[in-house]
Every structure is written in structure tokens, then in C-alpha cells.
């Protein structure tokens, strides 16, 4: 059987993006579909929001995922464990709403909560937000290019 090469090749289409922040008025919607964990960087894309808002920026965040598992038991284990061994506590719901109180975001964020069809998600915005500290990509960022969504 004959060996093939496959190179690493991507191929970019020309055509003018649709999505120009810079002369633009169109609302720009925004997507993020992740958890509450501070290392997903929900902070720093609410921080980012803020900044949208201040400069004028016409921009809609729609947050897709469960901000209220703070009542399971799988939580309250990982809490506990988190905050009594490295004093740490990863869940920043309650803060992403203060936060958004704070920058006067409420008429800008929605939160859609658990979805079981995300197609619906992704049908919904035109640029995804992907703010996780760690290395590897998660399958949002696969189903956002699924969906044609940069």
C-alpha cells in the first residue's frame, strides 16, 4: 500500500469578512459557550465587554452553558476540596454577575443556559469567544467552525 503525504494546508477565501467592528454599526453578537470556571476566562471577556460598551461598540454576548450548578453534588465536592486543600475556588458565577451589574451589562448579556441543541447557540452569533487558559482547544471552538463561525 502506497504511502501518502498529507500537508498542512488551509485555504483562506478572499472575499471581504461580513464582520468589520471598526466601520460598523451592526450589532455584533458575540458567543460563548463554557462554564463558570475562572480558568475558561468568562472574567476577562466580561472585562472585555466593558470596554466594547465604553467605546460604543453596538455588541450583544450570548453565554450558552450552566452558570447554576452551584447545587449539585459534584460542586460541593469539587468546593470543597478546592477551597480546603489550595484554597482556590474555580466557579466565578457569582463574580460574572457582579460584574456585569457593576459595568451595567444587563441589557447586553444573555444567558441562554443548558442547551441541548447548540446548533440554535451558534445560529444565533458571529463571533465566538475563546478565552480558556490552557493550551488545547475545546470542542467549542470545533463546533463554532463547524458552524462557519470565526
Known amino acids: 500500500m502506497p504511502n501518502t503525504?498529507?500537508?498542512?494546508?488551509?485555504?483562506?477565501?478572499?472575499?471581504?469578512?461580513?464582520?468589520?467592528?471598526?466601520?460598523?454599526?451592526?450589532?455584533?453578537?458575540?458567543?460563548?459557550?463554557?462554564?463558570?470556571?475562572r480558568a475558561k476566562g468568562i472574567i476577562d471577556i466580561i472585562k472585555s465587554c466593558h470596554l466594547l460598551?465604553?467605546?460604543?461598540?453596538?455588541?450583544?454576548?450570548?453565554?450558552?452553558?450552566?452558570?447554576?450548578y452551584e447545587n449539585t453534588i459534584i460542586y460541593k465536592i469539587k468546593k470543597?476540596?478546592?477551597?480546603?486543600?489550595?484554597?482556590?475556588?474555580?466557579?466565578?458565577?457569582e463574580e460574572v454577575v457582579f460584574l456585569i451589574k457593576k459595568y451595567n451589562l444587563q441589557s447586553k448579556v444573555i444567558f441562554?443556559?443548558?442547551?441541548?441543541?447548540l446548533e440554535e447557540f451558534y445560529k444565533q452569533i458571529n463571533l465566538y469567544l475563546?478565552?480558556?487558559?490552557?493550551d488545547a482547544p475545546g470542542r467549542p471552538i470545533f463546533e463554532a467552525?463547524?458552524?462557519?463561525?470565526?
Do not use: E
Open 53 to 68: 460598551n465604553i467605546r460604543k461598540v453596538p455588541f450583544q454576548l450570548i453565554i450558552a452553558g450552566d452558570f447554576s
Open 130 to 134: 475563546s478565552t480558556c487558559y490552557s
Open 80 to 93: 470543597l476540596f478546592l477551597t480546603k486543600i489550595f484554597k482556590v475556588d474555580q466557579n466565578v458565577s
Open 5 to 37: 503525504i498529507i500537508y498542512n494546508s488551509l485555504y483562506i477565501n478572499k472575499k471581504n469578512s461580513n464582520l468589520d467592528i471598526k466601520n460598523s454599526n451592526k450589532l455584533i453578537k458575540l458567543g460563548y459557550c463554557n462554564g463558570s470556571l
Open 112 to 117: 441562554l443556559g443548558h442547551l441541548q441543541n
Open 145 to 150: 467552525a463547524f458552524f462557519k463561525i470565526p
